[in-house]
């Protein structure tokens, strides 16, 4: 059994910094493109930030030169670096992965359950 957790999220003011993670636990084979997702009130679940397991990035326009997305595949853990904070930023973040189980011949999707980040103005 594969399970994401992620974490770090919190109340912040506007302007300021948080660092989420998501960590992979369970027999891991291998894990693919990572991404962070984020659904605020009222909003389509949207796309911020992806990792492909060779270390290839991709931001949500929104978002780009404000957070950084990180993996350490040695870990089974990928991190997100949110700077510069905006009240739109408030949302629940989730992190995404496509995982190969050690006893399974294919790739499997994955959700966490989410962290709550909140920016204040």
């Known amino acids: 059994q594969v399970r994401l957790m992620e974490s770090g999220g919190g109340l912040v003011q506007a302007g300021g910094s948080l660092r989420l993670s998501c960590a992979a636990s369970?027999?891991?084979?291998?894990?693919?493109?990572v991404g962070w997702y984020r659904q605020a009130p009222g909003q389509q679940r949207e796309l911020v930030a992806a990792?492909?397991?060779?270390?290839?990035?991709n931001y949500a326009d929104s978002v780009k030169g404000r957070f950084t997305i990180s993996r350490d595949n040695a870990k089974n853990t990928v991190s997100l670096q949110l700077n510069s904070l905006k009240p739109e930023d408030t949302a629940v973040y989730y992190c995404n992965a496509g995982v190969r189980g050690r006893n399974s011949f294919r790739e499997w999707d994955y959700w966490g359950q989410g962290t709550q980040v909140t920016v204040s103005s």
């Open positions: 990792i492909t397991s060779g270390g290839n990035t």
């Open positions: 369970g027999s891991i084979f291998s894990i693919n493109t």
